[in-house]
């Protein structure tokens, strides 16, 4: 042990003590000119997710561009109320000032219409396996009584 020490301390020393290549010198390269038998190359690993039932972890929870409208942003704008034919709302996005026309069992976004009523619609909102229910009112325009 004491001896492999010596012979390390021995190489570290010899090593510091080299001088330094002088100006314009080029150290030389023991490989130099010789070609390599294989190119070396940048190959992506690849994911595949065989679960038949269950969602795919390598994939967003969030779809980008296709989930729709915030709730949060969403308000009821008028009712067309019939209870023999289905009931109407009409929604506005007030992000995108977009509207929607929607019957119960409708999807909006994360939210599915459950009730249409007078003045008020129910949603269930269901976002990462949790789901609640919102109610939203009718809004009120100018020049209605309060």
């Known amino acids: ?3 492999r020490l010596l ?7 010899t090593a510091l003590s080299l001088p330094p290549p002088a100006a314009g010198q080029v150290a030389r390269d023991p490989l ?3 070609v390599p038998d294989s190119i070396l190359g940048y190959q992506r690993e690849v994911f ?3 679960g038949r039932a269950r969602r795919d972890p390598f994939r967003p929870l969030t779809a980008f561009g296709g989930g729709g409208p915030r709730f949060e942003d969403l ?3 008028g009712i067309v ?14 992000a995108t000032e977009r509207r929607y ?3 119960e069992g409708e999807r909006i976004g994360t939210a599915r219409v459950l009730e249409i009523r007078a003045s008020e619609v129910v949603f269930l909102i269901s976002t990462f396996g949790v789901s609640r229910q919102e109610i939203l009112l009718v809004k009120k325009q100018r020049g209605q009584g309060e």
Not at 7 to 13: E, K, T
Not at 81 to 94: L, P
Request: charged fraction near 20%; glycine fraction near 6%.
């Open 1 to 3: 042990m004491a001896s």
């Open 32 to 34: 130099a000119g010789q």
């Open 48 to 50: 595949e997710y065989p």
């Open 101 to 103: 026309r929607l019957r």
């Open 81 to 94: 109320f019939n209870r023999s034919v289905g009931s109407v709302a009409v929604i506005a996005d007030r």
């Open 7 to 13: 012979a390390i301390s021995v190489l570290a020393v």
């Open 75 to 77: 308000e009821v704008t």
